[in-house]
């Protein structure tokens, strides 16, 4: 069965760089949401679309955005990079189904952002 | 939300039954409980939902008690391969808008052979 697509899978960047992380949802998803894991840490959701709207917004700082396209990919847009940036950023997506009380998100491999 | 609280870390041997229990004494009359389990350096796994009494399917089990202030999750003769981190979670309803999934500290599972 087809998963989660995200490019790319390791990072390398330089203080004060930008950097942009690509998701691939399941096909037929139609919310995408973006998770950040520092090391040693639990993932924190950051940001979330449902079909190409913004439907939830967490701990993003100001310095990222990211938008979902009309193919439903969705690209995570990070500037003036910091060392506190590294982690792993998971994209997950899921169906939402009429009927159901709560939908089920399926994550993706992570990219690894690394801040020189 | 049903703030959840959990054992930080469990150990094991091959071939037991590991069974860890989640506490969420504010737990709501919609709430449902939901585990992911997520292995080093890979994105969480969906494992198990339920709302009351118990669930079952090919990984897991899930007990919730009629005051469904706790759950259990069961991991039947668990293998080296069980050791992950697993969390336990309650996600938000999909009618108030809210997408997100909300980690708290999870269970770090140790099998050891």
């Given at each position: 069965?087809?998963?989660?697509?995200?490019?790319?899978?390791?990072?390398?960047?330089?203080?004060?760089?930008?950097?942009t992380?690509?998701?691939?949802?399941?096909?037929?998803?139609?919310?995408?949401?973006?998770?950040?894991?520092?090391?040693?840490?639990?993932?924190?959701?950051l940001?979330?679309?449902?079909?190409?709207?913004?439907?939830?917004?967490?701990?993003?700082?100001?310095?990222?955005?990211?938008?979902?396209?009309s193919?439903?990919?969705?690209?995570?847009?990070?500037?003036?990079?910091?060392?506190?940036?590294?982690?792993?950023?998971?994209?997950?997506?899921?169906?939402v189904?009429?009927?159901?009380?709560?939908?089920?998100?399926?994550?993706?491999?992570?990219?690894?952002?690394?801040?020189? | 939300?049903?703030?959840?609280?959990?054992?930080?870390?469990?150990?094991?041997?091959?071939?037991?039954?590991?069974?860890?229990?989640?506490?969420?004494?504010?737990?709501?009359?919609?709430?449902?409980?939901?585990?992911?389990?997520?292995?080093?350096?890979?994105?969480?796994?969906?494992?198990?939902?339920?709302?009351?009494?118990?669930?079952?399917?090919?990984?897991?089990?899930?007990?919730?008690?009629a005051?469904?202030?706790?759950?259990t999750?069961?991991?039947?003769?668990?293998?080296?391969?069980?050791?992950?981190?697993?969390?336990?979670?309650s996600?938000?309803?999909?009618?108030?808008?809210?997408?997100?999934?909300?980690?708290?500290?999870?269970?770090?599972?140790?099998?050891?052979?």
């Open positions: 069965a087809a998963g989660v697509i995200q490019s790319p899978r390791h990072l390398i960047k330089e203080k004060r760089e930008t950097a992380l690509k998701c691939y949802p399941i096909p037929r998803h139609d919310t995408v949401y973006w998770y950040q894991q520092g090391p040693g840490q639990d993932p924190q959701f940001i979330s679309f449902y079909e190409k709207m913004q439907s939830d917004k967490g701990s993003i700082p100001d310095r990222f955005s990211a938008q979902q396209f193919d439903y990919h969705s690209e995570l847009n990070m500037s003036s990079l910091e060392l506190g940036d590294s982690a792993l950023y998971f994209c997950a997506s899921s169906l189904l009429a009927g159901l009380v709560t939908d089920t998100q399926y994550f993706g491999p992570g990219t690894r952002l690394t801040v020189l | 939300l049903a703030k959840t609280t959990q054992p930080i870390s469990m150990d094991s041997y091959e071939g037991q039954e590991v069974n860890i229990t989640c506490s969420h004494n504010n737990i709501a009359t919609n709430d449902y409980i939901t585990w992911y389990q997520q292995f080093p350096s890979q994105g969480p796994r969906f494992i198990i939902q339920g709302y009351k009494t118990k669930v079952t399917n090919e990984v897991a089990s899930l007990f919730i008690p005051d469904r202030k706790s759950s999750l069961s991991l039947p003769r668990v293998s080296l391969s069980d050791t992950a981190v697993y969390y336990c979670l996600p938000p309803e999909l009618d108030t808008g809210r997408r997100a999934l909300t980690f708290g500290s999870g269970t770090r599972l140790q099998v050891q052979p």
